[in-house]
């Protein structure tokens, strides 16, 4: 199962989004609101459209891991950090160009052992210039740490891809005396701060 996203982990981020008050739905890979053989969380209110997940490079599921007992009740198992690409998408008509929505977030961090994040600077084209021209945009993403950032355009399915990475822990709890169950839960989900930041990014991104 290398690759895959448990279902455990869409389970648990749409109850992160529903406890928030947010309108937000689990669609199953067959659901005709997603993009083709992808499962998505649909977040209703906002400026982008879903949010699908994905390992980050060098993450797999079924790595880095490290256990917890056992008990004789019970053997924890947490995964992690385990580094998640955050896709939000915003749907578009298909006809993008790849240039103009390019963007990128370059940090500049100081410190020798704990690296603070001091600045940062959108490189790409068209957006990228439009992004770094809002001092609101840049206080809320270095207030709210939300980085590594980045925006790209996928014309193959007409839609364009917020992309943020974050570690997130997945716990894997087994036991039982008689019968074996094992349960799987997801934790430490980026604070529905990170969506505000979003909704500014996609609003520029619907402007172009």
Not at 128 to 154: C, F, H, Q, W, Y
Not at 187 to 196: D, G, H, Q, V, Y
Request: one cysteine or more; glycine letters at 10%.
């Amino acid at each position: 199962m290398v690759g895959i996203i448990p279902k455990e982990v869409f389970r648990d981020l749409l109850a992160h989004y529903q406890k928030a008050g947010l309108n937000a739905e689990l669609l199953e890979t067959d659901s005709p609101e997603t993009i083709p053989g992808e499962k998505a969380i649909k977040v209703g209110n906002r400026k982008f459209d879903l949010v699908i997940l994905k390992y980050a490079s060098g993450s797999i599921g079924a790595g880095r891991g490290f256990s917890i007992g056992p008990t004789i009740s019970k053997q924890v198992t947490k995964m992690g950090p385990t580094n998640i690409n955050f896709h939000y998408i915003v749907k578009g008509n298909g006809k993008l160009n790849e240039n103009d929505l390019k963007a990128e977030v370059k940090e500049k961090k100081e410190g020798l052992v704990s690296k603070k994040l001091v600045d940062i600077k959108w490189e790409g084209g068209k957006l990228a210039g439009l992004l770094n021209s809002d001092s609101e945009l840049k206080n809320m993403i270095m207030t709210s740490n939300v980085v590594p950032l980045k925006v790209e355009a996928d014309k193959k399915n007409g839609c364009v891809r917020i992309i943020n990475e974050k570690g997130i822990k997945i716990i894997i709890e087994s036991g039982g005396i008689f019968i074996k169950k094992t349960e799987t839960r997801a934790e430490n989900f980026p604070p529905i701060e990170t969506l505000n930041v979003i909704d500014k990014i996609a609003d520029y991104v619907r402007s172009i």
